[in-house]
Structure formats: C-alpha cells, structure tokens
C-alpha cells in the first residue's frame, strides 16, 4: 500500500500546467504539492492542501520537475583531454575525435563501461536529472553496439541505437558496406535493446541518402528516429528529420528559413545542446528565432567526452539564457517539459497529477535562479518516482 506526502511551504512550484498556475510554466507561489506512491497527487496553494501521511517542508524554496536529459552518450571509455586542450589552444572540432573513443570502449570491459555509466548518471542526478537517455555509438562493431545498449538499457527505458555516429575505422574505404551493416546484422543485433535510432548526419560522418537509408531501417525493425542534424553545417538533417516524423532533431545550429519553417510545422522537437557550442567555440544556436517560429525546443547536455563534457542541465540552462536568446522561463521549460517532448513522453517533465513524481528542490525562492547563479550547486533535493534519493 502506497503512502503519501505533501511537499508545502514552497515558495514557487513549477508545475508545467498553465491550467494549475501561471504562464506556462503553471507557477503557484506559497504552493505544496501531493506524491502518492510514485505518482503526482495534487498541486495547488499550501492552504488547499490535502491530508497526507507524511510531511516535508520545503522552507520557502522552489520546487520543478525533474531534469528530462533527452540527448546524451555516456556508454564509453577513455576521456578525450588532450583533444580539448587542443582545441582550446586553437585547433578547431571536426568529427574524427570519435575514433578515439571508438578505440578506448571496444577495449573496455563491461564492467568498466558500466561503472563509467553509472559515475555519470549519479553525477547528473545530484544536478537534477531524473530522466536520461542514451545511446550506443562508440563501439561499432555488432558486438560493441549490441553490449552498449545492453548496459544502457539496465538504467533508462530511453536507449538509443547509434551505430550510424561515423563510419567504422574498420570500413573508412568502405562507407557503404558499414552502412549496410549499420541496416542488416548490427540492427538486428540491437534493436531489441533499444526504443530509438540515431544517426550523424553530417559532412565526415554520413550524408542525407544514408542518413534516410538508416532510419527507414530502424523505423521498420520497430525503432523511432531521431537525428543528429545541422550541427556543423547546413544539411539536409532537419528536413529529413520531419520528414521521418522523427522524436527531434539535435543540435540545429545551421538553419535555413526552410528548415525553420519545417519544424514549426511538423512534430519533431529541435533539441539544443548548448554544451557542444561552449566545448568547442561554435555558433550557438539560435533559440530565439525557433521559439518565435513556434517550434518546441528542447535543451539537452549531450553529455559526451569529446565535444561537451558535462552531464549538468543547469549549466545548459544558464548557456541558453545567456548566449542564445532565451527566457529564464523558457530554458526551464525546455529542460523539462521539452525534454519529454523530445522523447515524446506525457508522464514526465510536469507536475499535475497523474505525472511521475519526479521533483527538483532548489536551494532558491525561484526556478530563475537557475540561470542567475550560474555554476552554484543550487539543487538541495531530488525526488524520482516518488523515492527522495537526495
């Protein structure tokens, strides 16, 4: 039998529900919210509040969702140091640093690649991160692939098949042969361990042909797409990604007004990874031409050892309120609620009831603070299905 606790005295309690608050971010002030079992109850004002079994007093601080994570590679080994210190001493980012990664994880072994998993995961959960996904793509080979997904899968429902990250060292003379590897046995090893496909779709990894070829695949072996697109360069990702009916299309920093104009008006989420841009000295995205277009925006670490180490969404936050146009409310919303959206998920990334209860406690009056402070270790609580775990 479940047992109840109503969180209260919280000074503002994004919910994510304009019918429960305002704007929309659903803002209650002097708010207290319900969690039943692993579940939302209720959220409202701390005076309307219902009798629970258990009590927590939040002392006048803000209360969110948790951190929807929806883009990030964190089955690997090695770091990638030298690569970084380079490149902040002037060499510039090209997707051949994957390699080296490539070669580390096929020599780990499972129990150093889930151990390197897990350290991630912990780290980001102490920022906030409720929900994460992840995804192969440092290993291909069908064997590397197939056990990357297979650890990926003991922690998140949300596993991503990314034999298409580049062309194998193993093929580089050979791209097509590795693409209809990536299509034919390694698909076959690995989609039953995964929910998406992704693929690179970038000058030095794969092209719009093979990009397409890729995941028609996957959406016919029973996996929904997503894409790296447009990060680089102008191409051909986003179209495609809209085209495909794919989750989101990721990264989104070279945009033609066509590409714009295609994801307002179609389902795919354009997830930014502000992580990347700082990492590697880029153009940073621009938000705020997307969000007036009307397209859903989600913001992602992208957490990986080569182009944006950092598992921290409210890092992100602040990189996206700072240099690419958006609100403090519109970047906590598209770590959240976007989030979901991104992995088309109605259970997370809000606070009505019937969500997951999956709380962020921010030793703050208010979400703002997120980007105000920026690097300050705001978080003070963290709550997934319905447990406090810290």
Not at 99 to 118: K, Q
Not at 151 to 169: C, F, N, Q
Not at 320 to 331: C, H, I, L
Request: aromatic share 6%; glycine share 10%; proline share 5%.
């Amino acid at each position: 039998m479940s047992s109840s606790t109503v969180i209260t005295n919280i000074a503002t309690l994004v919910t994510n529900d304009p019918s429960l608050g305002d704007g929309p971010l659903g803002l209650i002030h002097d708010a207290a919210v319900v969690i039943d079992g692993d579940r939302i109850a209720w959220a409202g004002t701390a005076d309307r509040a219902p009798a629970t079994d258990h009590r927590v007093d939040a002392g006048g601080l803000a209360v969110l969702p948790g951190f929807v994570d929806s883009h990030s590679h964190l089955v690997f080994a090695g770091d990638r140091t030298a690569e970084f210190n380079a490149r902040m001493s002037g060499r510039a980012y090209s997707a051949g640093g994957i390699r080296t990664t490539v070669a580390a994880t096929r020599a780990a072994t499972d129990g150093e690649l889930e151990a390197n998993l897990t350290r991630y995961l912990h780290e980001a959960l102490r920022q906030g991160t409720t929900t994460f996904e992840t995804k192969s793509g440092y290993g291909l080979t069908v064997e590397d692939e197939a056990r990357a997904l297979r650890l990926a899968a003991r922690h998140t429902d949300e596993v991503t098949y990314l034999g298409a990250h580049i062309v194998s060292p193993d093929y580089a003379d050979d791209p097509a042969a590795y693409v209809d590897l990536v299509t034919g046995d390694m698909l076959t090893a690995c989609a039953p361990h995964a929910r998406w496909i992704d693929v690179f779709c970038e000058k030095g990894a794969f092209d719009g042909d093979q990009a397409r070829a890729i995941l028609t695949a996957g959406k016919a072996a029973g996996l929904h797409p997503r894409i790296h697109a447009n990060q680089l360069s102008y191409g051909p990702g986003v179209q495609l990604a809209v085209e495909l009916d794919a989750a989101s299309a990721d990264h989104c920093t070279h945009l033609t007004d066509a590409d714009v104009d295609a994801l307002a008006a179609g389902d795919t989420v354009a997830t930014l990874l502000p992580g990347a841009e700082f990492s590697t000295r880029a153009q940073w995205p621009d938000a705020r031409r997307l969000l007036d277009a009307g397209v859903t925006v989600a913001l992602s670490t992208d957490c990986n050892p080569g182009s944006s180490f950092t598992s921290s969404v409210p890092f992100c936050i602040a990189l996206a309120v700072r240099d690419m146009g958006m609100t403090p409310d519109e970047a906590v919303w598209s770590a959240t609620a976007g989030g979901a959206a991104a992995l088309r998920r109605t259970d997370i990334g809000r606070l009505t009831p019937g969500a997951r209860a999956d709380l962020v406690l921010l030793d703050a009056p208010s979400h703002v603070h997120l980007a105000y402070r920026p690097g300050v270790p705001l978080v003070a609580g963290v709550w997934r299905r319905g447990t406090r775990e810290l």
